[in-house]
């Protein structure tokens, strides 16, 4: 049997959220006059950390066990942490979602791989000593720059052998997680939408025309995220997120864990997973029967693409049928994804937001006896 508390005790908690939140007004004219230069970085700062604040009180408020900063620091999810890796530079290169696409910004590889500190260490440093609760940081799966860029991202001068740029960018990787360590965090979030993807047929057909095999890549980003964990700190805590895209509502991929879960579940050296299940696209909870006693689920029911609060009747029947191929002390309830994987953010209030969290929790308190 599971430990049955310890999701209670530690990270990922019976109520837990993802990470983003929507960005307040503020926050964004704050971010607009910093990029017409009429505030300078210091100011922007200092509005950053009053915003914060504000949402670091409110998650406390709401009970969640551990709080983030909301993202607010970043345009986006994952590119600001590369930027700031040595060996990669900002280039402009959109994305396509299911009828919209992204902004521009975009990564390219153009050197060798390597942390040499990173401005995000200051940012986790501020959330921790801004709340009593658990200070959990996110910061996007090695697998992410890697399907991101493709091959032909990747500077052939500094990596005419992809596996030299796996073994960097694990090392790379491997320097982050100590250093946030070191930092103080002890809880880390890997966010990593790629798994799904190579959950999706018509993703998965694209990468055998290409060339690439999706079974085999999975197992490499699998193998990577292993090797950057390598010798962590037995009091870390590490939780990767998945999903099927998250930007302005929309979405990128669909199909069921099924192709995955077996090598996700049982062979990525992590603590728990965040899955979202708040649609069909994202398949039933059968592949839940490979989680190891020893791992967590949680599960994301609750949207965060619409405003519209769930039923908790209908949230309860699903954890419910979730049970039939898990433990229920093996499962948590989270949101499906942040609330705003970029600072345009998702279609709802903060309001509504707001509700979505505080459902999250009433429904762990009932369920499990304790969020």
Not at 97 to 122: Q, W, Y
Request: charged share 25%.
């Amino acid at each position: 049997m599971p430990d049955t508390d310890l999701a209670r005790t530690s990270p990922p908690f019976r109520a837990d959220m993802v990470g983003s939140l929507l960005r307040s007004t503020p926050l964004k004219t704050a971010r607009e006059q910093f990029a017409n230069g009429k505030l300078t970085a210091a100011e922007l700062t200092g509005i950053e950390d009053q915003e914060i604040r504000q949402i670091v009180r409110k998650q406390e408020e709401i009970g969640l066990k551990a709080v983030t900063d909301g993202e607010f620091r970043r345009s986006q999810w994952h590119f600001d942490f590369y930027w700031a890796l040595t060996g990669i530079d900002k280039v402009q290169r959109a994305i396509q979602f299911k009828g919209i696409e992204t902004g521009a910004d975009n990564v390219r590889v153009t050197g060798r791989l390597a942390f040499d500190g990173h401005p995000m260490l200051e940012h986790f440093r501020f959330l921790a000593r801004t709340t009593s609760r658990v200070a959990k940081m996110t910061i996007p799966s090695p697998s992410v720059l890697h399907f991101r860029t493709g091959r032909d991202e990747i500077s052939t001068d500094a990596y005419p052998d992809l596996d030299q740029f796996f073994a960097d960018l694990a090392l790379a990787y491997h320097d982050a997680i100590q250093a946030f360590y070191a930092a103080g965090c002890r809880y880390l979030q890997l966010d990593d939408t790629i798994f799904a993807h190579l959950c999706d047929a018509e993703q998965c057909d694209k990468l055998r025309a290409a060339g690439t095999d999706p079974d085999t890549l999975a197992a490499t980003y699998v193998a990577t995220i292993n090797a950057a964990l390598a010798d962590r700190p037995a009091d870390l805590r590490v939780t990767t997120h998945t999903c099927r895209g998250n930007y302005r509502s929309s979405w990128f991929s669909q199909g069921g864990y099924e192709p995955i879960a077996e090598l996700l579940f049982n062979e990525a050296n992590v603590d728990g997973f965040f899955l979202e299940y708040d649609t069909d696209r994202a398949g039933g909870f059968e592949p839940l029967r490979f989680l190891p006693r020893n791992k967590l689920a949680v599960l994301g029911l609750i949207t965060t693409k619409t405003g519209e609060l769930e039923d908790k009747d209908a949230v309860r029947r699903r954890i419910d049928e979730a049970t039939h191929y898990a433990d229920l002390e093996q499962l948590c309830l989270s949101p499906q994804c942040g609330f705003a994987s970029t600072e345009e953010g998702n279609l709802l209030t903060e309001a509504d937001q707001w509700r979505k969290l505080a459902l999250i929790v009433d429904i762990a308190d009932e369920v499990w006896g304790s969020a």
